[in-house]
């Protein structure tokens, strides 16, 4: 009897054939996922270099799982891979300081004043720590929805339903609204 990496019958594909040793499929899972994979590390780590490292963690971990191994849920999968190691990180090293965190581009034509560097980096740093103290399930859904995805990708990858990953979006802002911090950085805010 050979095992050496032989499908068994009814073992769910992903994708098209695959012979041994064949890794263009982690190239595909690479091309379509990395992008976002990588915004919502950075989301979680606060760093965008901690992120890169925990993207890479997540395709080397996919090199040494065949998609068969995975029942056809390759996103679910990444995602969830993506999702503890970058907690693992976060938990190990913390944060950067908070003006490396703000990407050039959010900060307008002033980048090149320190002051407004410094105040949307505090503003980011506020965020972040009170979308930190949602539930867990809020938590989950604001930190995948700042990565872009929609409601119905969201839904599917924790598992739940539309209405359902709604409502935890809904209470989530609702939240993060009444923090007396975020009210009165809203209030500064030109209209």
Known sequence: MDTGGDER???PRAGPEISPGDRSWVL???DEHEGRLTRYA????GDVHA???VVQHVFLQLCDHPPQSRNGQLTS???TVCHNRAMDVRRRGGRAGSLEQVPAESLGSDVDDPARTAEAGDSVELLRSVIDT???AQRLVVNFWSAGFRYAEIAELLGKTESYVRVASHRAWQTIRKNPRVRKLLEQQPA
């Open 9 to 11: 019958p009814g073992t």
């Open 28 to 30: 595909r899972a690479l």
């Open 42 to 45: 950075h989301r979680l780590t």
């Open 51 to 53: 992120a890169r490292d």
């Open 77 to 79: 999968w990444l995602f």
């Open 134 to 136: 949602l539930p867990d």
